[in-house]
Nanobody
């Protein structure tokens, strides 16, 4: 099982960026696939998760209304469209997956995910 994240880069505040997470296997193998981020000196935090049941999504409060998660099952890819970026969004972004179903309250808990891709750096700066 492999996850490959891409799309990071340098963007000005207020700008947009789209991350991609390509995974091996069948999308139906995973209950949840999501994005997490880790800023320097901070713990890894959940950003957004999409679940295979009805493509349910969940977002961290800090990104609601600015970020959108989606997936293309034909391409085995999950996207994170990030808009109105802020300097505090600067972090290494990771995609992660989990086979088994989680309760709603645990969806953004990084400790619940056991399949991780490498990170992609997002820097928001003028």
């Amino acid at each position: 099982v492999q996850l490959q994240a891409s799309g990071g880069g340098l963007v000005q505040p207020g700008g947009s960026l789209k991350l991609s997470c390509t995974f091996s296997g069948d999308a139906s193998d995973y209950w949840h696939i999501g994005w997490f981020r880790q800023a320097p000196g901070k713990e890894r935090e959940g950003v957004s998760v999409i679940s295979r049941r009805n493509d349910n999504t969940r977002y961290a409060d800090s990104v609601k209304g600015r970020f959108t998660i989606s997936r293309d099952t034909a391409k085995n890819t999950v996207y994170l469209q990030m808009s109105y970026l802020k300097p505090e969004d600067t972090a290494v972004y990771y995609c992660a997956a989990r086979y088994n179903r989680l309760v709603l309250s645990a969806l953004l808990d990084a400790a619940q995910y056991n399949i991780w891709g490498q990170g992609t750096l997002v820097t928001v700066s003028s």
